[in-house]
């Protein structure tokens, strides 16, 4: 068979039903290739930038990895923000980029992007954990296995550009399923593991402890620990905050959640984490970056912290806590199967702990619950994410953008489910959530899916509406459209007239744009008129473009974050 076919074979037989992509001379061969097959469904996108952010959402929604094709050179550098993106969030995505015949690299052909002029193998280095060119159509077979391998084994993207000869030399050779014990390990150091014991009876600080809280990050979604969270957080009646990117992960209405943590958190989480610290936290699968220690202004001390992840970097980096290397998932089966080691003492803090808990839930959960019923015009955000949520379905998928309507839909949406909150909050770029839907919707088709996202992000990547519509995706894009770079609006503009301007957007009539591409539009005005515009929405079976005329006023709900940055010095 040829590259081209050996390639979407693999994949095939990696369980990959669609490919995104932007066509190109560099990757020619690839059109009859995909022809030539049945099981991968081609995507094309707007621009490469949005075939990169669907298979990462793709890749979010499906616990598989996504899959995008573009050129070198001008195609492989519009991926390198969304590349990066995946990398930053820990999503598994293989970039795959033509380059051209390597007898003639560095002659000056057109679109030359190989080793001898721009290197888009270098390009990607530092955005994923493999990048590499298949020079020579023999190392396709074991270079393919190797990139899915690095992306396993670190969960983030990988990168092979494939010169025009490789894709169209005849291959010898097969490509086979790579096992799923290799993929996930289920990883745990059993000393470290007994040890924790000490933590969880208190043996270690010399009491037991009564006030346990566990924060639960990405990881226990990678290691699709969710029931297991659930299982042992009940057995033990242990209240459970989620990082925003792990929002969902536990169920949010359920009667142990506090909630998001950190960026966006709920007064539920910041009373049981940092106003009246707990005895122990235990935190699963958090690399502990800024926004999801609150700051860093978590307490963390060897006795009263387990800190679970299976990269030992993490463990050590922004905390002295006793730590465990681990797979979440493992690490929790493990823990329920120590229940008679355990009973003594969590048995007898149980009611002590109800108590507490009770006494935080008994106070408000949200930051300035009145915003959520405004009838302001414009519409205030916080109204706009609690209507969506009145009508969407529980299990449906909610992706959300970069700006201020991050921190609103953070705060004010509720999460039933893992994986239908789906962000990307590490690197945070405007306009990812408008194509990675797409991808979202592909994978996982019987689920509704809708985006929350700015008049910001939709200049960058709104585009890609187009692609939602050619392919038919009943997907709800809600458009909060505040005419401004609304996060950026709100320090700007008190600085005087050109940073108000210079943080300032134009009205757009984001309802035509989406028409004019296939999508059903619709403006919405007044907050009375959310509900049936998103009713509405939800029995289209294309998609919807909901422009939502909303104030730029609005103060974020990110109150205890701002706090603990104002009171935080690097020389603490
Ligand atoms: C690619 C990219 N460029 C710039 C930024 C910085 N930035 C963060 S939020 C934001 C404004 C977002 O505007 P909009 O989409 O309208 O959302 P709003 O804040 O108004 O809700 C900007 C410029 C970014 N995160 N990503
Ligand atoms: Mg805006």
Not at 46 to 65: K, P
Not at 68 to 74: E, K, S, T, V
Not at 96 to 116: H, K, M, N, Y
Request: with cysteine; net charge negative; charged share 20%.
């Amino acid at each position: 068979m040829l590259g081209t076919d050996y390639i979407l074979d693999a994949l095939s037989a990696e369980g990959i039903d669609h490919l995104f992509l932007v066509p190109g001379g560099l990757v020619d061969p690839f059109l009859p290739a995909l022809g030539r097959q049945t099981t991968i469904r081609p995507i094309v996108a707007a621009q490469e930038g949005g075939a990169a952010y669907m298979a990462d959402g793709y890749a979010r929604a499906s616990g598989n990895f996504g899959a995008a094709l573009c050129i070198g050179g001008p195609g492989l550098g519009n991926t390198v923000t969304p590349i990066a993106a995946a990398a930053t969030d820990g999503s598994p995505v293989l970039l795959l980029s033509g380059e051209v015949a390597t007898a003639l690299e560095g002659l000056g052909i057109f679109q030359d992007a190989s080793s001898q002029t721009l290197d888009d193998v270098a390009v990607m280095k530092p955005v994923t954990v493999y990048s590499s060119s298949v020079d020579n159509p023999r190392n396709l077979a074991h270079l393919f296995r190797r990139a899915l391998l690095e992306m396993w084994r670190s969960s983030r993207p990988v990168h092979l550009s494939l010169p025009t000869d490789t894709q169209t030399a005849a291959i010898d050779a097969k490509h086979s399923r790579i096992d799923s014990s290799i993929i996930h390990p289920s990883t745990l150091s059993r000393r470290a593991a007994r040890e924790s014991l000490r933590h969880l009876t208190g043996e270690a600080a010399g009491r037991p402890p009564v006030r346990i809280v566990i924060l639960a990050g990405a990881g226990v979604e990678h290691a699709d620990g969710a029931k297991l969270l659930r299982a042992f957080a009940e057995e033990w009646h242990l209240p459970v905050a989620t990082t925003l990117r792990a929002k969902g992960v536990f169920p949010e209405e359920h009667p142990l959640s506090l909630s998001v943590f950190g960026y966006a958190d709920t007064h539920h989480s910041r009373l049981a984490l940092t106003d009246d610290p707990p005895e122990l936290l235990i935190i699963l699968g958090s690399r502990l970056n800024e926004r999801d220690t609150m700051h860093w202004s978590l307490k963390l001390n060897p006795l009263n912290t387990i800190l679970v992840n299976l990269s030992p970097l993490v463990i050590g980096q922004n905390t002295s806590g006793f730590g465990i290397v681990a797979d979440c998932g493992r690490y929790l089966e493990w823990l329920i199967e120590q229940k008679p080691a355990l009973a003594p003492v969590l048995e007898s803090t149980r009611a002590e702990r109800a108590q507490w808990l009770e006494k935080i839930r008994a106070t408000p959960r949200l930051q300035d619950p009145e915003n959520a019923q405004s009838d302001a015009t414009p519409i205030h955000p916080a109204r706009i994410i609690t209507d969506l949520r009145r009508v969407f379905p529980r299990d449906g998928i909610l992706l959300v953008d970069s700006g201020a309507h991050r921190a609103f839909a953070g705060h004010y949406w509720t999460s039933h489910e893992p994986r239908t909150y789906i962000s990307a909050t590490n690197l945070g770029p405007m306009g990812w959530a408008v194509p990675a839907a797409v991808g979202v919707q592909l994978a996982a088709p019987q689920r509704r899916v809708a985006v929350i996202t700015g008049d910001g992000c939709m200049h960058m990547h709104g585009l890609e509406v187009a692609t939602a519509a050619r392919y038919r995706l009943p997907i709800i894009y809600v458009v909060i459209n505040n005419a401004a770079l609304g996060n950026v609006w709100l320090r700007a503009h008190l600085e005087g007239p050109m940073p108000d301007e210079l943080s300032s957007l134009p009205d757009i009539d984001w309802a035509a744009f989406g028409a004019s591409l296939g999508c059903r539009g619709e403006t919405v005005r007044d907050p009375a008129e959310l509900a049936g515009a998103f009713t509405r929405a939800l029995e289209n079976d294309g998609p919807t473009v909901i422009d939502v005329k909303a104030d730029k006023h609005c103060k974020t709900p990110v109150a205890d974050f701002s706090a603990a940055c104002a009171a935080w010095s690097y020389h603490e």
